[in-house]
């Protein structure tokens, strides 16, 4: 299967603060999904992204897809208590099969 | 809005024992997924399908089976239950999109069934 590496594992941040996470892969991939997962639920979706070069928004949340095709990253601004979770990367590899990253877990202190 | 549903939420099983999985969708999505994801691991796919009476292997397939009678319908099959596939197991679905065959439309996940084999 393909590797998607994602990093950082772990972060732990203020509240108030920025974050940044990214997924990389010497593979190239044709739609990027950026999920939330809260302890004991489903992974939720975030962002999708679709064409390289690709920057979107959600509220406080901005990702983009890489102009290789081979990366992308999630930003979050102004964290909040409620950003705590574990964040997921998803990409979709010749167009049939979507492969996760291992997770990104966010701690904020309030 | 009930989504995806899965039952149940947990259960614990003995060595050897089988179980079904069961999943359903109410979005009349024809793409279906079932992931497993091992602790602090991402998930993995385990099989998938396209649509009623298909289904196909996905990454980690060995020890489960699937069938697709309905639209609505994924359940997963564990016949010979092993301690290596104690995990949280995941249903998904999503649209085949506008051309009925797109596999990146958003999948829309389940709360998972936590499996424990002794």
């Known amino acids: 299967g393909q590797q998607l590496n994602q990093s950082p594992q772990s972060m732990f941040i203020q509240e108030g603060e920025d974050v940044s996470m990214n997924c990389t892969s010497s593979s190239i991939f044709n739609t990027w999904l950026w999920y939330k997962q809260d302890p004991g639920e489903g992974p939720v979706l975030l962002i999708a992204l679709y064409k390289a070069g690709e920057l979107t928004s959600n509220g406080r949340l901005t990702a983009q897809f890489g102009i290789t095709r081979k990366d992308s990253f999630l930003n979050i601004s102004a964290s909040i208590p409620s950003d705590v979770g574990i964040y997921f990367c998803a990409g979709l590899y010749n167009f049939n099969k979507f492969y996760f990253g291992s997770g990104t877990k966010l701690n904020v202190k309030p | 809005n009930a989504g995806v549903t899965q039952t149940p939420k947990f259960r614990i099983l003995k060595i050897g024992q089988s179980m079904t999985l069961q999943c359903t969708q109410d979005m009349n999505h024809n793409y279906m997924y079932w992931y497993r994801q091992d602790p602090g691991m991402g998930l993995k796919l385990i099989y998938y399908s396209v649509g009623a009476g298909i289904t196909d292997k996905g990454e980690v397939p060995n020890g489960y089976n699937v069938s697709r009678s309905t639209t609505e319908d994924f359940p997963l099959r564990l016949e010979l239950a092993a301690p290596s596939q104690t995990s949280v197991y995941f249903c998904?679905?999503?649209?085949?999109?506008?051309?009925?065959?797109?596999?990146?439309?958003?999948?829309?996940f389940g709360d998972g069934t936590r499996l424990s084999i002794l």
């Open positions: 998904a679905s999503s649209y085949s999109g506008v051309k009925q065959d797109s596999f990146n439309q958003p999948q829309h």
